[in-house]
């Protein structure tokens, strides 16, 4: 039975928005990445990513990553300006030391901003953690 399911809270894995130099187009772009600031490796990631708003939906892109070491960090995927606008919704499922994750990362509309930034985990770097 589905209630018979009991899934963990998920604690030390984040969803953060990283505005980086893109060196082929010459621009400063968004990126998505997923970061596990945990003391275990992440196994079989599967990420569910799509934006929205009451009037518009993006479609939605898929991403897997078959292991991901403590401490680290990956890159998901570019982040549009044009979705900046919109609520991005990040659904990460991953097992860890055999037990299933599961959590939605939202990122709320327009909250990915310079302003926003602040130091992240386990990356040398700033961006703006999704809620």
């Known amino acids: 039975m589905k209630k018979d399911i009991i899934i963990p809270e998920v604690e030390g894995v984040y969803v953060a928005a990283v505005k980086e130099f893109n060196e082929t187009h010459r621009t ?10 945990t003391g275990e490796p992440l196994e079989m ?3 569910v990513s799509k934006g ?3 009037k518009q939906t993006t479609s ?3 991403h897997k990553l078959q292991t991901l070491p403590a ?6 995927e570019f982040i549009e300006d044009s979705v900046l606008k919109l609520t991005n919704e990040f659904a990460v499922t991953f097992f860890k030391n ?3 994750f599961d959590k939605k990362f939202i990122f709320p509309a327009n ?7 602040g130091p992240l985990p386990s990356m040398l770097k700033e961006g703006v953690l999704a809620e």
């Open 28 to 37: 400063n772009d968004w990126n998505a990445y997923l970061i596990n600031d």
């Open 45 to 47: 990631v599967l990420i």
């Open 52 to 54: 929205y708003s009451a």
């Open 60 to 62: 939605q892109m898929r």
């Open 71 to 76: 401490k680290a960090f990956a890159k998901i």
């Open 98 to 100: 055999g037990k299933l």
């Open 111 to 117: 909250s990915i901003q310079d302003s926003k930034a």
